[in-house]
Protein backbone atom coordinates (compact mmCIF):
# COMPACT_ATOMS: atom_id res chain seq x y z
CA UNK A 1 0.00 0.00 0.00
CA UNK A 2 1.56 3.06 -0.69
CA UNK A 3 2.11 5.96 1.71
CA UNK A 4 -1.26 7.53 1.16
CA UNK A 5 -4.76 6.47 0.04
CA UNK A 6 -6.42 8.42 -2.32
CA UNK A 7 -10.81 8.48 -0.44
CA UNK A 8 -13.87 10.06 -1.77
CA UNK A 9 -15.62 12.32 0.47
CA UNK A 10 -18.44 10.26 0.80
CA UNK A 11 -15.98 7.22 2.60
CA UNK A 12 -14.81 9.90 4.44
CA UNK A 13 -18.19 11.34 5.34
CA UNK A 14 -19.80 8.01 6.09
CA UNK A 15 -16.59 6.34 8.01
CA UNK A 16 -16.79 9.38 10.54
CA UNK A 17 -20.39 8.94 10.96
CA UNK A 18 -20.02 5.06 11.71
CA UNK A 19 -16.63 5.88 14.48
CA UNK A 20 -18.78 8.38 16.44
CA UNK A 21 -22.22 6.18 16.28
CA UNK A 22 -21.21 2.85 16.62
CA UNK A 23 -18.24 3.44 18.68
CA UNK A 24 -18.11 6.29 20.22
CA UNK A 25 -21.83 6.61 20.93
CA UNK A 26 -21.96 10.12 20.74
CA UNK A 27 -25.27 11.79 20.31
CA UNK A 28 -24.94 13.61 17.20
CA UNK A 29 -27.16 14.39 13.82
CA UNK A 30 -25.37 12.44 10.97
CA UNK A 31 -26.89 14.64 7.92
CA UNK A 32 -24.84 17.44 9.82
CA UNK A 33 -21.08 15.65 9.12
CA UNK A 34 -18.97 18.53 7.02
CA UNK A 35 -16.08 17.18 5.97
CA UNK A 36 -12.72 19.49 7.11
CA UNK A 37 -10.01 20.05 3.87
CA UNK A 38 -7.35 20.22 6.54
CA UNK A 39 -4.13 18.53 6.49
CA UNK A 40 -5.34 16.64 9.65
CA UNK A 41 -7.19 14.40 7.57
CA UNK A 42 -5.19 11.74 5.96
CA UNK A 43 -5.09 8.18 6.04
CA UNK A 44 -1.77 6.41 5.82
CA UNK A 45 -0.07 3.40 6.46
CA UNK A 46 -0.99 2.17 10.03
CA UNK A 47 -2.85 5.47 11.22
CA UNK A 48 -5.20 7.39 10.55
CA UNK A 49 -6.22 10.81 11.33
CA UNK A 50 -9.89 12.24 10.80
CA UNK A 51 -11.11 15.89 11.54
CA UNK A 52 -14.65 16.67 10.98
CA UNK A 53 -17.30 18.96 11.89
CA UNK A 54 -20.36 17.61 13.42
CA UNK A 55 -23.67 18.62 15.24
CA UNK A 56 -25.21 17.05 18.64
CA UNK A 57 -28.96 16.35 18.59
CA UNK A 58 -29.03 20.00 20.60
CA UNK A 59 -28.13 21.33 17.58
CA UNK A 60 -24.76 23.02 18.54
CA UNK A 61 -21.92 22.43 16.51
CA UNK A 62 -18.16 20.89 17.29
CA UNK A 63 -15.15 19.12 15.88
CA UNK A 64 -14.62 15.91 16.06
CA UNK A 65 -10.99 14.57 15.98
CA UNK A 66 -10.57 10.52 15.55
CA UNK A 67 -6.94 8.80 15.55
CA UNK A 68 -6.62 5.10 15.24
CA UNK A 69 -3.55 4.08 16.90
CA UNK A 70 -2.07 0.50 16.31
CA UNK A 71 0.76 0.43 18.44
CA UNK A 72 1.45 2.19 21.59
CA UNK A 73 3.36 5.27 21.71
CA UNK A 74 4.57 7.74 24.47
CA UNK A 75 4.59 10.19 22.52
CA UNK A 76 0.89 10.20 22.06
CA UNK A 77 -0.59 13.31 24.26
CA UNK A 78 2.32 15.50 23.07
CA UNK A 79 0.99 14.57 19.47
CA UNK A 80 -3.08 14.71 20.33
CA UNK A 81 -2.20 18.01 22.35
CA UNK A 82 -0.39 19.15 18.75
CA UNK A 83 -3.28 18.12 16.77
CA UNK A 84 -4.89 20.31 18.81
CA UNK A 85 -3.34 23.38 18.74
CA UNK A 86 -3.17 22.91 15.12
CA UNK A 87 -7.25 22.35 14.73
CA UNK A 88 -8.27 24.93 16.71
CA UNK A 89 -6.12 27.64 15.17
CA UNK A 90 -7.73 26.67 11.82
CA UNK A 91 -10.99 26.58 13.18
CA UNK A 92 -11.54 28.54 16.02
CA UNK A 93 -14.69 29.22 17.98
CA UNK A 94 -15.80 25.33 17.72
CA UNK A 95 -15.61 23.22 20.42
CA UNK A 96 -12.94 20.41 19.70
CA UNK A 97 -13.60 16.72 20.88
CA UNK A 98 -10.79 14.35 20.56
CA UNK A 99 -10.65 10.51 20.63
CA UNK A 100 -7.96 8.00 20.48
CA UNK A 101 -9.23 4.45 19.16
CA UNK A 102 -6.69 1.60 20.12
CA UNK A 103 -6.34 -1.20 17.84
CA UNK A 104 -3.45 -2.68 18.74
CA UNK A 105 -2.68 -6.54 19.76
CA UNK A 106 -0.70 -5.47 23.09
CA UNK A 107 -2.59 -4.31 26.28
CA UNK A 108 -3.17 -0.65 25.83
CA UNK A 109 -0.31 1.65 28.25
CA UNK A 110 -1.06 4.85 26.25
CA UNK A 111 -2.49 7.69 28.95
CA UNK A 112 -5.52 9.87 28.26
CA UNK A 113 -4.06 13.12 28.84
CA UNK A 114 -0.97 14.94 29.61
CA UNK A 115 -0.69 17.09 33.03
CA UNK A 116 1.40 19.87 33.57
CA UNK A 117 2.73 22.78 36.01
CA UNK A 118 -0.01 24.46 35.07
CA UNK A 119 -2.02 22.80 33.13
CA UNK A 120 -4.12 19.06 32.33
CA UNK A 121 -4.45 17.74 28.95
CA UNK A 122 -7.32 15.29 28.33
CA UNK A 123 -8.76 12.70 25.28
CA UNK A 124 -11.22 10.46 25.19
CA UNK A 125 -9.77 6.69 24.58
CA UNK A 126 -11.47 3.62 23.64
CA UNK A 127 -9.82 0.36 23.49
CA UNK A 128 -11.07 -2.00 21.11
CA UNK A 129 -9.82 -4.79 23.26
CA UNK A 130 -12.53 -4.15 25.00
CA UNK A 131 -15.66 -4.23 21.96
CA UNK A 132 -16.33 -7.36 21.73
CA UNK A 133 -16.59 -7.96 17.99
CA UNK A 134 -19.44 -10.34 17.67
CA UNK A 135 -21.79 -7.23 19.09
CA UNK A 136 -20.60 -5.82 15.68
CA UNK A 137 -20.56 -8.87 13.19
CA UNK A 138 -24.48 -9.83 14.83
CA UNK A 139 -25.90 -6.29 14.16
CA UNK A 140 -25.23 -7.61 10.12
CA UNK A 141 -25.46 -4.24 9.48
CA UNK A 142 -22.91 -2.71 6.47
CA UNK A 143 -22.04 0.16 9.06
CA UNK A 144 -21.43 -2.31 12.07
CA UNK A 145 -19.54 -4.67 9.70
CA UNK A 146 -16.92 -2.81 8.16
CA UNK A 147 -16.44 -1.43 11.94
CA UNK A 148 -15.93 -4.69 12.64
CA UNK A 149 -12.59 -5.14 11.30
CA UNK A 150 -11.00 -2.76 13.70
CA UNK A 151 -11.67 -5.21 16.21
CA UNK A 152 -9.12 -7.69 18.20
CA UNK A 153 -10.25 -11.02 16.90
CA UNK A 154 -9.22 -13.38 19.79
CA UNK A 155 -9.01 -16.61 18.84
CA UNK A 156 -11.28 -16.26 15.67
CA UNK A 157 -9.04 -17.00 11.88
CA UNK A 158 -9.01 -13.32 10.71
CA UNK A 159 -9.06 -14.71 7.49
CA UNK A 160 -12.86 -16.35 8.14
CA UNK A 161 -13.84 -12.95 9.92
CA UNK A 162 -12.77 -10.90 7.01
CA UNK A 163 -14.03 -12.97 4.52
CA UNK A 164 -17.42 -12.96 6.30
CA UNK A 165 -17.77 -9.06 6.24
CA UNK A 166 -16.92 -9.03 2.86
CA UNK A 167 -19.77 -11.45 2.02
CA UNK A 168 -22.33 -10.17 4.16
CA UNK A 169 -21.57 -6.46 2.75
CA UNK A 170 -22.23 -8.24 -0.57
CA UNK A 171 -24.88 -9.96 0.26
CA UNK A 172 -26.52 -7.10 2.18
CA UNK A 173 -26.03 -4.34 -0.67
CA UNK A 174 -25.23 -6.11 -4.12
CA UNK A 175 -28.52 -4.62 -5.86
CA UNK A 176 -26.55 -1.19 -5.05
CA UNK A 177 -23.22 -1.28 -6.39
CA UNK A 178 -22.51 2.33 -5.90
CA UNK A 179 -23.24 1.48 -1.74
CA UNK A 180 -21.13 -1.16 -2.13
CA UNK A 181 -18.43 0.33 -3.05
CA UNK A 182 -18.82 3.12 -0.84
CA UNK A 183 -18.75 0.31 2.19
CA UNK A 184 -15.85 -2.13 0.60
CA UNK A 185 -13.82 1.88 0.13
CA UNK A 186 -14.21 2.34 4.40
CA UNK A 187 -13.43 -1.11 4.92
CA UNK A 188 -10.07 -1.08 2.65
CA UNK A 189 -9.26 2.12 4.96
CA UNK A 190 -9.77 0.59 7.85
CA UNK A 191 -8.08 -2.24 7.04
CA UNK A 192 -5.06 -0.33 6.54
CA UNK A 193 -4.34 -0.22 10.36
CA UNK A 194 -4.33 -3.71 10.59
CA UNK A 195 -1.50 -5.91 9.74
CA UNK A 196 -3.00 -8.48 8.54
CA UNK A 197 0.64 -9.77 6.22
CA UNK A 198 0.86 -12.95 7.90
CA UNK A 199 -2.82 -14.33 6.86
CA UNK A 200 -4.64 -12.06 4.50
CA UNK A 201 -4.07 -9.03 2.37
CA UNK A 202 -6.89 -7.23 2.33
CA UNK A 203 -5.57 -4.35 -0.26
CA UNK A 204 -4.96 -6.92 -2.63
CA UNK A 205 -8.04 -8.54 -2.76
CA UNK A 206 -9.59 -5.14 -3.06
CA UNK A 207 -7.01 -4.60 -6.30
CA UNK A 208 -8.37 -8.02 -7.68
CA UNK A 209 -11.79 -6.41 -8.03
CA UNK A 210 -11.90 -3.26 -10.25
CA UNK A 211 -15.27 -2.73 -9.69
CA UNK A 212 -14.11 -2.09 -5.66
CA UNK A 213 -11.73 0.48 -6.32
CA UNK A 214 -11.65 3.44 -4.51
CA UNK A 215 -12.41 6.91 -6.37
CA UNK A 216 -9.91 8.82 -7.35
CA UNK A 217 -9.50 13.10 -7.16
CA UNK A 218 -11.38 15.17 -9.53
CA UNK A 219 -11.81 18.73 -8.84
CA UNK A 220 -12.37 18.91 -5.42
CA UNK A 221 -15.31 16.29 -5.00
CA UNK A 222 -12.66 13.76 -3.49
CA UNK A 223 -10.01 14.16 -0.87
CA UNK A 224 -6.49 13.20 -0.92
CA UNK A 225 -5.60 11.29 2.47
Not at 88 to 95: K, V
Not at 157 to 184: C, M, Q, S, W
Request: charged share 30%.
Amino acid sequence: MPDKDIVSKETIRRLAVDLATWLLKLPIDPDSLEVLATEHQRVEDRRADLVVKLRDREGESFLLHIEIQSNNDATMPVRMMRYMTDILLAYPGLPLRQYLIYIGTDPLTMPEGLDGPDFRYRYGVLDMHRVDCRHLLEKDSPDALVLAILCHFGNRDPRTVVNHIYTRLRALLGDNPKRFREYVGILHVLSGNRDFRSCLDIRNLLRRRPNCALLRCDGGENCVM
